[in-house]
């Protein structure tokens, strides 16, 4: 029995050594040491022996037990070690070479300009004020001097819903329900960007989604000359401090007097060119003072207050801002006109 302890340790020795990966070790392992081993199957046959030779036996069985154990963790960790060094070669990293450049994305035009404008009018005093896009005729036209029937409701063809439901053809029922919660009382100072939808057929110019800041100011002896006043700013913040604005007559059903507003070209100074088609001026917005059936429909007293709004299409500010000639740019999410805008940044 010694003699065969003996000869299993110098054979498993033998195979641990020429072992070159750790499956083939644990194998060996499973095989010498496991209750269904060699070494267990020597060592039942104790039995066998005298009282004097079975304390013997099994010391030695121990330690050809310890001695293969041994043996199996030294090569483990050899082996091991072997395995962690080859997978450092196979993934060597020069780290003379340059690094890759991270791509990161830039602010959209039209987001730019829609912050801007909204820093623009904060620093005059209004608040930013929303609404849903899905709206109720009443708030997108009733409440705004356009009753069931008015011709003006031609004007923007609309995506109705349901009668009564349809998603809002501008930011104007922002406005009528702001002056809602006033419930008479000024004053109101606001601006009301967002989504806007109207049934349109899309082309360079023209979109069935769009985007509008309308703003609104409501007090007492609010008069043109403020609208005036305020628009000029505006036009000089984004345009440059050399721009000049005219007003023409115009038509809304909820102001009245109604203007719309016109900048002086910023591509020939306004000595006239092919954008602003010869006449030295482009068009950027409409406004007028709030019509005194807006006023009264909200609770305002017609008498004690008066008011101005305005609307513009950011669209149409970002691309006489930045020279963009089709407006179908802003919504093709394509990567190669975002990316020219990066250098405004």
């Known amino acids: 029995m010694e003699q065969q302890l003996k000869a299993l340790q110098t054979e498993a020795l033998q195979k641990i050594e020429a072992a070159d990966n750790l499956k083939d070790l644990n194998d060996i392992r499973v095989a010498y040491l496991g209750k269904k081993g060699p070494v267990t199957e020597i060592l039942?046959?104790?039995?066998?022996?005298?009282a004097e030779e079975r304390p013997k036996m099994g010391a030695l069985g121990n330690e050809v037990r310890g001695a293969i154990a041994s043996s199996i963790e030294a090569k483990q960790t050899v082996l091991e070690q072997?395995?962690?060094?080859?997978?450092?070669?196979?993934?060597?990293?020069?780290?003379?070479?340059?690094?890759?450049?991270?791509?990161?994305?830039c602010q959209h035009p039209l987001?730019?300009?829609?912050?801007?404008?909204?820093?623009?009018?904060?620093s005059m005093g209004y608040t930013v004020a929303e609404g849903p896009e899905v709206e109720k005729d009443y708030y997108n036209f009733e409440a705004l001097n356009l009753p069931k029937g008015h011709p003006a409701r031609d004007m923007q063809d609309s995506f109705y819903i349901t009668e009564d439901i349809l998603m809002r053809t501008h930011t104007s029922p922002v406005q009528a329900r702001t002056m809602e919660k006033h419930k008479g009382q000024g004053p109101v100072k606001i601006i009301c960007p967002g989504k806007v939808y109207r049934r349109d057929n899309d082309d360079a110019t023209h979109s069935h989604q769009f985007t509008q800041i309308e703003g609104l100011v409501i007090?007492?002896?609010?008069?043109?000359?403020?609208?005036?006043?305020?628009?000029?700013?505006?036009?000089?913040?984004?345009?440059?401090?050399?721009?000049?604005?005219?007003?023409?007559?115009?038509?809304?059903?909820?102001?009245?007097?109604?203007?719309?507003v016109d900048v002086s070209c910023m591509f020939c100074g306004g000595e006239g060119c092919n954008i602003c088609k010869g006449t030295g001026w482009i068009e950027i917005l409409g406004a007028g003072m709030v019509h005194p059936n807006v006023l009264e429909m909200a609770g305002f007293d017609s008498k004690k207050y008066t008011g101005f709004a305005f609307g513009m299409g950011p669209e149409r500010i970002a691309m006489l801002k930045y020279g963009i000639d089709d407006i179908r740019h802003f919504y093709t999410n394509d990567v190669r006109f975002l990316k020219q805008f990066s250098v405004h940044q």
């Open 44 to 50: 039942k046959g104790m039995g066998k022996l005298s």
């Open 82 to 105: 072997a395995e962690i060094q080859k997978q450092l070669e196979n993934e060597t990293i020069d780290v003379t070479l340059p690094g890759r450049s991270v791509k990161t994305g």
């Open 111 to 122: 987001t730019r300009v829609v912050e801007e404008i909204e820093d623009l009018f904060i």
């Open 219 to 260: 007090d007492e002896n609010i008069s043109m000359g403020d609208l005036k006043g305020t628009l000029e700013v505006f036009a000089k913040k984004m345009f440059g401090e050399d721009r000049e604005i005219r007003l023409r007559p115009s038509f809304f059903p909820f102001t009245e007097p109604s203007v719309e």
